[in-house]
């Protein structure tokens, strides 16, 4: 058995997640591997609105800003760059990281776009929709199937440095350099399974190192503003540690892995990916020293003859109006106030599909719990789900008209609407979605 390790760290947990750390990684990590995940279900579907508005768009909108910042340390210490960024537009996403890299004096290397996971004109073709979608095809916006680490492990067979796919399973971005690096098979179950092990808990970049786990009192994590993102030393059996750089904030704990291990899992024994159903059931942890876990113990089974396919459509639009009250009487005031657009809403017969009335900090979130403590000062929150723009851009003007027709001492009023872009997933067999690998040599 090869005594070799590979050290593969997580730059990004979504598609606004801060860069700094990214840096740090690049520069300090001695990393083989950085990867960048940053793709949503809703934000491919944002993502392809915004290529059908201008072609050479679609990819994620901090591509260049995280490529200038990690791409000179990254060429200097041979850290190849796998990541999801490519959105709706992989190969746009590979030509602009391309002029980047120029831009900054770079050459030599090898970038390459993973595509074939849009599959939108498949399912709006008639009669060749899979059972169970929901949306009619008018509606659809886009339609991306998960692709697996195959692709990936391909694109770094053909010499690319820098991997840029579109909706690839979040896990299947780690696999994929493992399964290149160690020449692992693909139906090798076990070690598929524990890459995807390593995948998952990395995924999500701070969510490992304490951010998401942090909880005052309770679970106490310090230097939070200084988050490192975490690490994994992978060896050639599936093996691994996660850890993080020294001197940064944050945690890696066995209480950290332990959470994110059950984050978006259903079914611990039966985690579906495109590469193996994985077996999180029998996984171990063991503290090795300051912020280092040891995590094995994890399996898998034949991986799907479907691929699932996360579909984007349209679904109406959203008003929604807002207005504080503060001082004496400010809860008696803002329930008022609610009351007031609640039945102006139906004198003037607003087609609204859902509504909720809100008292921000009161009972938007956890609803009427008859607390004690009466706030000096309240924020009223109404919104509704409507079929057309005109009509959502009515609730909040009824709310803002609480200036001078509602309770006494409102203000801050503010009104916004916005489409909905709502999801659905469907199954499709994996032989009718076909991956491609594009390349760009600089």
């Known amino acids: 058995m090869s005594d070799r390790v590979i050290r593969i760290g997580c730059g990004a947990g979504f598609s606004g997640d801060r860069i700094e750390p990214a840096v740090d990684l690049a520069r300090r990590g001695s990393l083989d591997y950085l990867v960048f995940e940053c793709l949503a279900e809703r934000t491919i579907a944002l993502a392809q609105k915004s290529k059908l508005q201008n072609v050479n768009l679609g990819y994620d909108p901090l591509l260049v800003e995280r490529m200038t910042a990690v791409l000179p340390a990254c060429v200097a210490n041979g850290v190849k760059i796998i ?46 929709a899979p059972s169970g979608m929901q949306p009619e095809p008018e509606r659809i916006i886009s339609a991306n199937a998960y692709l ?38 693909e139906h090798d179950w076990t070690r598929l399974g524990q890459a995807t092990l390593i995948g998952h808990l990395l995924e999500c970049a701070g969510q490992l ?50 959470e994110q291990l059950l984050y978006e899992v259903q079914d611990p024994a039966a985690y579906v990916t495109p590469d193996v159903v994985a077996d999180f059931s029998s996984v171990t942890f063991r503290q090795l020293g300051n912020d280092r876990v040891e995590i094995c113990g994890a399996g898998g089974r034949a991986r799907p ?14 008003g929604e109006g807002q207005m504080s009250y503060a001082g004496s009487g400010a809860v008696e005031r803002a329930r008022l106030a609610l009351q007031i657009v609640e039945e102006r809403l139906r004198l003037i017969a607003l087609p609204l599909r859902e509504s909720r009335y809100d008292l921000i900090g009161l ?13 000096a000062e309240v924020r009223i929150r109404v919104v509704g789900r409507t079929g057309t723009l005109d009509d959502a851009i009515r609730i909040g003007r009824e709310v803002e008209s609480l200036y001078t027709n509602g309770p006494a001492g409102g203000g801050g009023a503010t009104q916004s609407v916005r489409e909905v872009v709502a999801i659905a ?7 009718r979605v076909v991956p491609r690998i594009d390349i760009e040599a600089l």
Request: aromatic residues 6%; charged residues 15%; negative net charge.
């Open 83 to 128: 990541s999801n960024m490519g959105a709706a537009n992989p190969r746009a996403a590979c030509q602009r990281t391309a002029e980047v890299a120029r831009s900054l004096g770079l050459s030599g290397l090898t970038i390459a776009a993973v595509e074939g996971d849009d599959i939108t004109a498949l399912l709006r073709a008639p009669n060749t």
């Open 148 to 185: 697996g680490c195959g692709p990936i492990r391909d694109a770094l067979h053909l010499g690319a440095d820098i991997v840029l796919t579109g909706r690839v399973a979040d896990p299947s971005l780690f696999v994929g350099p493992l399964m290149y690096e160690f020449a692992w098979s």
């Open 209 to 258: 190192t304490g951010g998401y786990f942090a909880d005052p009192g309770v679970k106490d994590v310090e230097g939070l503003a200084r988050l490192g993102f975490p690490l994994a030393e992978v060896g050639a059996d599936g093996s691994a540690v996660v850890t993080k750089l020294n001197g940064t904030g944050g945690l890696v704990s066995v209480a950290t892995c332990k």
């Open 305 to 318: 003859e479907a691929l699932k396919v996360s579909i984007g459509y349209h679904d109406g639009f959203i």
């Open 363 to 375: 009972n938007s979130v956890c609803g009427d719990l008859h607390s004690t403590h009466v706030p």
């Open 425 to 431: 997933s469907t199954l499709v067999p994996r032989e």
